[in-house]
């Protein structure tokens, strides 16, 4: 068997595990069985302390979901800052209903989505990002990664460092996140 990276057009889900982070049990809930509806595999976790735990026996996920602001010792943007220099493979995508303002450490190329947020913008969003960020292949002999260069962001997801507030689109999908104010 070859130990070559393969690239494909449209990622398959049932091969992308996504890692959501959420505090509320209701909204993490949601994300998880939308996402699993999709094909995803998710692992949840209740906090960005959680997380890091996941993130240190896994390697195999490929998508970081994260809310900000959570219980713990660290926010969704200190766990986005870690998830981009300790696992670069791993594509992260931060929500929350408003940036804090005057936040300046932050993940580069993360990307925002803003509270709430819609079912099918989040899942096209996951695909996009797992489609430009270079894959890990584990074999017993050797850990390959792919040089798959990241794109410069579209209006839709701009990366955290730039991105100050979005307003949400209405175009008539399900929203996750709209029960609670914003974190």
């Known amino acids: 068997m ?20 959420e505090d509320d049990p209701l909204v993490r809930a949601i994300a998880a069985d939308t996402l699993e509806e999709e094909g995803f595999e998710v692992i949840e ?3 960005a302390d959680h997380a890091v735990s996941v993130l240190k026996i896994r390697n195999d996920i490929r998508v970081l979901f994260t809310d ?3 219980p713990g010792t660290m ?3 200190d766990l986005a800052r870690l998830a981009q220099q300790q696992y670069p493979h791993i594509a992260v995508l931060v929500t ?3 940036l804090p303002p ?9 990307r925002f989505i803003p509270k709430p947020y819609k079912v099918r913008e989040v899942v096209s969003l996951i695909r996009q990002l797992v489609s430009e960020k270079p ?3 584990v074999t017993a002999q050797e850990t390959e990664v792919s040089s798959v260069p990241m794109p410069e962001p579209d209006k839709h997801s701009p990366p955290l460092s730039q991105a100050l507030s979005l307003p949400a689109h209405d ?3 399900s929203q996750l996140g709209a029960e609670r104010p914003p974190s």
Do not use: Y
């Not at 690239?7 to 398959?12: A, D, I």
């Not at 005057?102 to 993360?110: I, K, L």
């Open 2 to 21: 070859s130990n070559q990276f393969v690239g494909v057009s449209e990622p398959l889900a049932s091969s992308i595990i996504v890692l959501v982070v």
């Open 45 to 47: 976790a209740p906090s």
């Open 68 to 70: 900000v602001t959570m």
């Open 75 to 77: 926010n969704g943007f």
């Open 96 to 98: 929350s209903g408003a």
């Open 102 to 110: 005057g936040f300046n450490s932050v993940a580069p190329e993360a």
């Open 135 to 137: 894959a890990i292949i």
């Open 171 to 173: 175009s008539g999908h």
